[in-house]
């Protein structure tokens, strides 16, 4: 009963962060992907297939506010769940790729043997090579 209530939530989450019509304040954006990061580290097995469904699609504009929190939790020992967090870091450095530029560039150096960091260090490199050339300078 529990888990159907927690996947009801995080559906209504999804549906707010991509429904276009219903402007969002910054802090409800943030509060609503909190708690959807939070569910997804918390019962990633059992919500597997609802985030896998809405990572997809979902905005990622939203997503940018808790940039380094995703980063974070690309350490998680549940290998799905870090695949979500590495999916969806990749989808926002395709569409926004200043918002996580520095954080994977930091990344790589601090985790060279994480294959989730070298997949969105990859994307980058390929979407925007100039851009992780300058960061690397500095």
Known sequence: RAMLMMKAASESYF???SNANTP???????????RLMRTLVKY????????????????????RGIVLQLFARLGH?????????????????????????????????????????SDIYDQLVKHSPDLVLQVKKV
Do not use: C, N
């Open 15 to 17: 549906s707010l962060l």
């Open 77 to 117: 020992g549940d290998p799905g769940v870090r695949g979500h967090m590495s999916g969806l870091l990749s989808r926002i450095g395709q569409e926004s790729p200043m918002s996580i530029v520095y954080s994977a560039v930091v990344g790589l150096i601090e985790s060279p043997d994480s294959r989730e960091m």
């Open 24 to 34: 969002l304040t910054k802090a409800a954006e943030i509060i609503a992907t909190l």
């Open 44 to 63: 990633g097995a059992q919500m597997d297939t609802l985030f896998a469904k809405h990572l997809q699609t979902t905005p990622t504009g939203p997503w």
